[in-house]
């Protein structure tokens, strides 16, 4: 059974940074491909970031380009979100997730993973 555990979130000011974190236990970590997702309240869960199982691989929204950083250790099974240059409009609740097969690509759709963490809020206050 694949587990997603996420920390680092927490309350920021625009502009502000933080780093979110996600431990992944249970399978291959370095043969799957792994995402960032997120849900504001009323809205729909929305892709942010993905990297593939190929090292440098990786895929970001449109509104996160140039400010959040997707990066994993496959030693210590766990992928990182580096957000910087904070929105009040990043505010969410963003969930790790494991694609459901070892693909090469950067998948972006919540379809393509099958493992999902608890999610950790993040708020950014204006």
């Known amino acids: 059974q694949v587990q997603l555990v996420e920390s680092g979130g927490g309350l920021v000011q625009a502009g502000g940074s933080l780093r979110l974190s996600c431990a992944a236990s249970g399978r291959t970590f370095s043969s799957y491909a792994m995402g960032w997702f997120r849900q504001a309240p009323g809205k729909e869960r929305e892709f942010v970031a993905t990297?593939?199982?190929?090292?440098?691989?990786?895929k970001y929204a449109d509104s996160v380009k140039g400010r959040f950083t997707i990066s994993r250790d496959n030693a210590r099974n766990t992928v990182y979100l580096q957000m910087n240059s904070l929105k009040a409009e990043d505010t969410a609740v963003y969930y790790c997730a494991a694609a459901a097969t070892p693909t090469w690509g950067t998948p972006a759709g919540t379809g393509e993973y099958a493992y999902w963490g608890q999610g950790t809020q993040v708020t950014v206050s204006s």
């Open positions: 990297a593939s199982k190929f090292p440098g691989n990786t």
